[in-house]
């Protein structure tokens, strides 16, 4: 028959290490990724803003095809 499966608990010495690794990977990518030019904001924003835009003008697009009966 089928045997229940044994509880397994966490490793916190396995834990430790890979958000250790994870910090690593972190602080190495932070000085290629520059985010405090305003350059950067402003397309981001830009960007963001953008998008936004389309899905609410398609959003109003589809209530109004709604609203008129189409």
């Not at 958000?19 to 963001?48: F, K, M």
Request: glycine share 8%.
């Amino acid at each position: 028959m089928i045997q229940p499966l044994p509880l397994l608990t966490p490793n916190a010495q396995r834990g430790q290490r890979t958000i250790a690794r994870c910090h690593e990977r972190l602080a190495r990518l932070r000085p290629v990724v520059r985010r405090d030019s305003t350059t950067y904001l402003a397309v981001e924003r830009a960007l963001i803003g953008g998008l936004c835009l389309i899905y609410i003008s398609g959003v109003a697009l589809i209530a109004i095809q709604m609203l008129s009966g189409g």
